[in-house]
Structures are given as structure tokens and as C-alpha cells.
């Protein structure tokens, strides 16, 4: 995933080259091999060290750390339709969790690129040298096979003269002498830019792109590059506005970005956002906003680049993840935004940040006794002997929603009288009050607001919400599906023989106003009405809705932790929100003690949104 002046992690989440600056420094001592680059995919990763030697390490199912394994498939053992990724092939190549060498890349190799499944990398000589899954011909060899290549092959027609390459999803491309772009792999989207469509297993030049390319990203199914002048233009998927033009539409042949016409030193492209560095260090972002990854401080969707808030200058290179965006800064520093889900911003929580903030670096120790570069003691108070990160902004405080015993942060009370709002789903303690609006009625929820730490749909729009409100309210209905989802289990599903019985709890969200409103909310308790399906997930029917109008819940766990949820509502006793919906709005199940699930949806997402109807598609 690695362009000539930027990285991205893009849509899988993986290290970021902007990382390498910190990585490169932290991991490698006197006895290691310095790494003078990195670059993470899917799930694994890889470096050049020095001397032009490359490493990788992580997922290796199919031969992308390029070891050498031996990969049997699946048919070769008689099995014709393989039920989960554990049939395809056997166990030969193995996972790493250590760096294994590079078979053939002993030295001379100047910069790696991990895509999904597949990894390439250029040589000193220019050449371009590919590894891993080939099933759309993302190894450039001019054929396409569901055997990987767990050795490095060489590109078919780049034996020299690249400058630069990035891997995708499952197609690649690479900048080449003279400014030039050639992309080959899967074209579902256009990604390849050619005008076709049509997949390619050998390099095909990028229409328009013949030369005076600056820097190039290919993200998950669409690819960006700036050319000279510093324009920037996209092609590919643009589902979710991710290539600028304001189109809405895929575009198998680069279009210039709006806005961007000069000025861009550097892009980077995710699965379904899209961000640059512009002359004077300004970084604008467009796509998919949904929690906060564009940083402009609004969640919604944006066909064209917006501004990054407080980033108008002094940003020195951007990478942009799945879900998240990083931003290295003048001095060093790195400031992250979006979804917090799993720590990636960095900044020490999980709360999703819809604009910039910094990252806690690991420069300084706090109660280490010494002050530090950017450190401040305070010499007393609840930090007694401690040091604060002034420069990150961390409060002598207990985190939000604590008080701890005989801290006194707020220099008025013990109790913390600032920090009195129970999170959602808990009790309050005595000294605690509770607030109104909580989703379930006599439940101290305080904050009105979804939980965060939802498992969200993995790809956009594959969560459909429909509302009808009928003039017989008998006839009101409400359907929500939500299909797509990953690392959920059987037991994390909550049925009636899981997790001591457990409720399951309905809400939508309005989040048009300055805080999230409870639309409709609805409880289904554990008892009557539930069923196992199969070993696969659990069902709960009710015809006459006596539950908060709710029919039907089904919950499938799915193969490989691949989930999906179905609700149905109906009568009297559904309370609809009021129609047309004021998008955005957020829709919530929550599994009580269990896991949450969540879909997000905005105007660009809405086929319908009238008086009596609303259906529309997730971000």
C-alpha cells in the first residue's frame, strides 16, 4: 500500500508509513536489523531493513509473507466446495509471529507494499516483484489462479523502470519512469482505470496518466494519484464519495478530484475515504465521514474534500486507515481522528473523535520522577509527584464517569461533581444522580447517546432500515437488516441459554441536533418466544408484538464469525419515530451483558424519507 510520498493502511487497518518514522526507531536495536520502511495489509506485515533485505510476518494462509510455504488446495483433497477458509488449503503456510525472510529478497529491494492478501515490492533496478494470492491477477503475471505464490514473481513487463508500487485489495499498480501509471488485478470498480472494467493480469496503463505522476494510493477498490502540477484525480468505487467528484457514481477512468485541481503533495486511499496533504501542509479528506474519519467534526458522508479541523497547516504526510485517519505533524507529533473502537486513534481512549487529537507518543513516562520534554509537574494536588502530558492535553482528572477514592480532580468535592453521569446501562451510586432521557425507560442510562463500542456492518450499505407509519396504526412497521459483520460468536449472540438469559434492547438514535435523541427504543426480554436455530444463532417471534411492538429478532452467527441480525416491528405498539427521519440517524441492538450491533445512515444512503415511509441504506 506504499505511493511514492505517502502510505495507507487503507480499508483493512494495517501499519501506517507514517508509522515507520516511529516504528523503525522503537523496534530496532543494536542487534536487530534496522527498518528503513514498513508496510502492513489485511492482516500481516512487512519491512525493508537495511541492505534492501525485506521481512514480513502475520497471516500467511495464502503465502503472503512469501517464505516459500507449500500450499495445497483444497480440490487436491477432494473438497469441491469448501465450506470456510480453513478448507481451501492446508496448514503448510503458516502464520508468523516473528519476521521470516523474503525468499529471493535477500538485498536490493527500495520499498514494499502489502495489499490484502498479496504483497510487491521494487528493486533497486526498478523492477517489481509480487507475492501471495493471485485469484484476480493482483500478481501481474499475465494469468489469474487460485494458487498463490508464496515466492516473489516477477511482474510481467516491470523487470525495471518502476518507481513505485501500492497494493490494493486485489489489484495493484506502480508509478513508473517518466511519471507514468500501470495498474493490473481485479477491475470490478473501475479500479484499474483503463476505461474496461475488465480485470487485467498483466499491467495496463492508467488512461490519461501516461506521465508527470507524483505520488499514487490504491485503496480497496478504488485508486488515487497526484499529478504534476499537483492535481489530484481518482478512479474506481465511489460508493460512498470517495473519489471527489461529487459524482456518486464509479468511474473506470481517472476524474479530476473538486478542488484539488494544484497544490497536493501527497494522498492516500482507504476502502471508502480518501485524504491528502496540500502545499502549506493543510490536509482535506472526503468519503464515507461515519465516525469521524473525514475529521471536518460533522459524521456525514462528503462527495468532495472538506477541511480537516485544525489541520490547515504543518501536516507533513497522512495515511488513511479503515475506519480512522492519522496525520503526522511539524515536529513530529501525530494527531489521529475517527473510529476508537480498538485504540486506533490513540489518544488513550475508546471515545470516537470526529476531529484531530493528539496521540499519546511514548516519550515521556508520567510518575517517573523526571520531567520530560513536553511534560509538566504540578507539583501537588490529585497528581502529588506525578507529571502531565501538557502537551497532549491530559487532565489531572480521574477518566470520565469515575471518581476514584480520595481524589479530589476537580478541587471542589471529592464526588467529582463533574463527572455524575452513570454510563448507559449501569446503575447509579448514591452520590450519582440520574438524568433524563435514557433509552429504556427507569433505566439510569444518563448520557443519551449510543454506546461506542458497537460491531459495526463491514462494508457500506449492507444495512437496511425501512419505516412505515400507516394511518392505521396497526399497520406500522419496522424492518432493520443487517447482514454483514465480523468476529461475532454464537455466544456473544445472547439467546435464552446464553449469558444467564439475556434482553435485547432496540434503539434509533436522531443525531441531527447537538445531541443524539432517542427516536424509538424497544425491549425484548429473555423467556417465551425464543428458539435456537440450528447451532447458528437464536430466534425470537412474536406475532401480536406485545414487546415494544417487536415481531421477530433472528441472530446468526454465521461462518467464520460472519454475522448478521434481523428485526421486525409491527402494530399499535411500535412507537415510529416521527417521519421524514432528520438524518443522520444510528440504529443500535443491544445484547444485554453481550455484544452490541449498530448501522448508521444518511441522506446519501436514503431511497425514501416522507411522511408516511422511510428506507434507506447503511454508510
Not at 183 to 201: H, K, P, Y
Amino acid at each position: 500500500m506504499v505511493s511514492s510520498e505517502t502510505s495507507d493502511d487503507s480499508f483493512w487497518g494495517g501499519a501506517l508509513v507514517l508509522a515507520a518514522m516511529l516504528v523503525a526507531a522503537l523496534l530496532a536495536g543494536p542487534r536487530e536489523a534496522r527498518a528503513i520502511q514498513v508496510d502492513g495489509g489485511g492482516e500481516h506485515t512487512c519491512a525493508v531493513v537495511a541492505g534492501g533485505g525485506v521481512k514480513c510476518w502475520g497471516d500467511n494462509f495464502y503465502g503472503q509473507l512469501g517464505d516459500g510455504c507449500t500450499y495445497v488446495p483444497g480440490d487436491a483433497r477432494g473438497i469441491t466446495s469448501p465450506a470456510n477458509r480453513d478448507d481451501r488449503g492446508v496448514d503448510a503456510c503458516a502464520d508468523q509471529n516473528t519476521p521470516v525472510d523474503v525468499s529471493g529478497l535477500g538485498s536490493g529491494v527500495v520499498a514494499t507494499s502489502a495489499g490484502a492478501y498479496h504483497t510487491c515490492a521494487v528493486t533497486a533496478g526498478g523492477g517489481v516483484k509480487c507475492w501471495g494470492l493471485n485469484e484476480h491477477g493482483e500478481l501481474g503475471v499475465g494469468s489469474a489462479s487460485s494458487i498463490p505464490d508464496s515466492t516473489p514473481v516477477d511482474v510481467n513487463g516491470l523487470g525495471s523502470g518502476a518507481l513505485a508500487v501500492s497494493a490494493g485489495s486485489s489489484h495493484t499498480c506502480a508509478v513508473v519512469v517518466g511519471g507514468g501509471v500501470k495498474c493490473w488485478g481485479d477491475n470490478f470498480s473501475g479500479q484499474l482505470g483503463d476505461g474496461t472494467g475488465t480485470a487485467q493480469s498483466a499491467p495496463v496503463q492508467v488512461s490519461g496518466l501516461e506521465s508527470g505522476v507524483l505520488a499514487m494510493s490504491a485503496g480497496q477498490n478504488h485508486t488515487c494519484a497526484v499529478a504534476a502540477g499537483g492535481g489530484v484525480k481518482c478512479w474506481g468505487s465511489n460508493s460512498s464519495g470517495q473519489l471527489g467528484d461529487a459524482s456518486g457514481s464509479n468511474q473506470p477512468a481517472p476524474v479530476d478530484v473538486n478542488g484539488l485541481g494544484s497544490g497536493v503533495v501527497a494522498v492516500s486511499a482507504s476502502g471508502s475515504h480518501t485524504c491528502a496533504v496540500v502545499a502549506g501542509g493543510g490536509v482535506k479528506c472526503w468519503g464515507i465521514g461515519f465516525r469521524g474519519r473525514l475529521g471536518d467534526g460533522t459524521g456525514s458522508n462528503q462527495p468532495a474534500p472538506v477541511d480537516v479541523s485544525g489541520l490547515g497547516s504543518g501536516a507533513l504526510a497522512v495515511s488513511a486507515g479503515a475506519n480512522h485517519t492519522c496525520a503526522v505533524a511539524a515536529g513530529g507529533g501525530v494527531k489521529c481522528w475517527g473510529s476508537n473502537l480498538n485504540g486506533q486513534v490513540g489518544d488513550g481512549t475508546n471515545t470516537h473523535r470526529m476531529t484531530p487529537v493528539d496521540v499519546l507518543l511514548p516519550a515521556a513516562i508520567c510518575g517517573d520522577g523526571v520531567v520530560d520534554a513536553g511534560e509538566g509537574c504540578d507539583g501537588g494536588g490529585c497528581c502529588a509527584n506525578d507529571c502531565v502530558l501538557i502537551a497532549n492535553g491530559i487532565e489531572c482528572r480521574a477518566a470520565p464517569g469515575q471518581c476514584d477514592v480520595a481524589e479530589n480532580c476537580d478541587g471542589l468535592s471529592a464526588l467529582c461533581p463533574d463527572d455524575q453521569v452513570a454510563v448507559h446501562g449501569t446503575s447509579c451510586s448514591a452520590e450519582e444522580p440520574c438524568t433524563s432521557g435514557a433509552c429504556q425507560a427507569g433505566e439510569c442510562g444518563a448520557v443519551v447517546a449510543p454506546r461506542d463500542d458497537c460491531r459495526e456492518v463491514l462494508e457500506p450499505w449492507a444495512a437496511m432500515l425501512k419505516l412505515k407509519d400507516s394511518a392505521n396504526d396497526a399497520k406500522d412497521q419496522l424492518g432493520w437488516d443487517w447482514k454483514v459483520g465480523a468476529g461475532t460468536t454464537l455466544a456473544d449472540l445472547g439467546g435464552p441459554d446464553q449469558l444467564g438469559g439475556a434482553s435485547y434492547e432496540l434503539c434509533v438514535y436522531g443525531e441531527s441536533g447537538p445531541e443524539p435523541e432517542v427516536l424509538l427504543s424497544a425491549t425484548v426480554a429473555p423467556g417465551p418466544g425464543w428458539l435456537p436455530v440450528k447451532s447458528k444463532g437464536y430466534k425470537f417471534s412474536d406475532k401480536a408484538g406485545t414487546q415494544g411492538g417487536i415481531t421477530q429478532i433472528l441472530t446468526t452467527a454465521g461462518e467464520d464469525g460472519r454475522a448478521s441480525v434481523k428485526v421486525k416491528g409491527k402494530g399499535v405498539g411500535l412507537a415510529l419515530p416521527v417521519l421524514p427521519l432528520g438524518l443522520p440517524v444510528r440504529v443500535q441492538l443491544e445484547v444485554a451483558g453481550g455484544v452490541c450491533f449498530e448501522a448508521a445512515y444518511s441522506p446519501a444512503g436514503a431511497s425514501k424519507n416522507g411522511a408516511g415511509q422511510f428506507q434507506g441504506l447503511s454508510d
